[in-house]
């Protein structure tokens, strides 16, 4: 039975893709073969010319670290007003927000409504509900301070006041309020405590017990610390380090956490202490 010419041209198509196939595959090949023929040639070539290579690079970058310190020392002015609208620029999302997410809670960090390639933050002041788009030199030093390679701690804020206001700020060691001779106590950040009991809902936060002010008025609730107070002092003006807990559950913490003993506590100051 002859075929029509419909059925002749789709055999003719299918012959021609099965060719272009193999010969896109052969040729694949060669290109993998002849990479590594490349690569080969190349790593010879690095072992018999090694030291040479070695001095060329270091020659090159010699080089260019002298052209760059003639251009910076030419070029004094241009390159600090160009470095300080950089820092002073606000910084993107995508680049930033990866670095800064693992240490802020879920929701401190968005994308600007205005503007979604740039970057904001709540106010480090927890009262203060206003975003701020922070600057480049602003998330580097609150990076470094983070990773210790810089002093303080790089809290941003969305105003000056807000700043005056917080207890942490332009502090490397006791927060403001803080007072060294009465053995730490919590009584000495009343307004923490507030904000650690509204945020926890008036709730003891242990999950084997979770009472509430609202169904025992009579329930005392502590403002405890995650790490201890003597061990951090400035840490203790930061309200991710503390949990709202019930007396009874603050008693069994001390008593049963590793580290977080009454004694252990007291050893640790006086040893800090001498």
């Known amino acids: 039975m002859a075929r029509t010419a419909e059925e002749i041209k789709e055999a003719k198509h299918k012959q021609y893709m099965k060719h272009q196939k193999e ?3 052969t040729e694949r090949k060669r290109r993998i073969e002849k990479k590594e023929e490349i690569a080969k040639t ?5 072992v018999k010319h090694r030291d040479e290579i070695l001095a060329e690079r270091k020659q090159n970058r010699e080089k260019y670290s002298q052209k760059e310190r003639e251009f910076r020392e030419s070029h004094k002015e241009e390159v600090k007003a160009r470095e300080k609208k950089r820092n ?13 997410s693992p240490f802020y809670p879920e929701g401190y960090i968005r ?10 933050m709540k106010c480090q002041l927890e009262s203060c509900n206003n975003w701020v788009t922070p600057t480049l030199s602003q998330v580097r030093t609150r990076l470094a301070c983070i990773y210790g390679s810089h002093s303080g701690n790089g809290y941003i804020y969305c105003s000056d006041e807000c700043k005056e206001k917080c207890p942490a700020y332009n502090r490397t060691k006791y927060p403001k309020g803080f ?3 009465q053995d730490y106590s919590r009584d000495d950040q009343p307004q923490l405590r507030e904000l650690v ?3 926890d809902n008036y709730t003891c936060q242990r ?3 979770g009472k509430s002010l609202k ?3 009579n329930l005392k609730l502590v403002c405890h610390h995650k790490f201890p107070i003597n061990e951090d002092p400035i840490g203790s003006a930061d309200i991710d380090n503390c949990i709202t807990l019930c007396a009874e559950c603050h008693k069994w913490v001390h008593e049963k956490i590793p580290r977080c003993s009454y004694t252990e506590l007291q050893c640790s100051k006086k040893e800090e202490n001498q």
């Open 23 to 25: 010969r896109i595959e």
């Open 42 to 46: 190349k790593r010879k070539y690095y």
């Open 88 to 100: 002073h620029s606000p910084v993107k999302y995508d680049s930033w927000a990866s670095k800064l």
């Open 111 to 120: 994308r600007d409504p205005d503007n979604p390639e740039m970057l904001q």
């Open 179 to 181: 007072k060294v001779k």
């Open 197 to 199: 009991l509204k945020r």
């Open 207 to 209: 999950e084997e017990c």
């Open 215 to 217: 169904d025992n008025p």
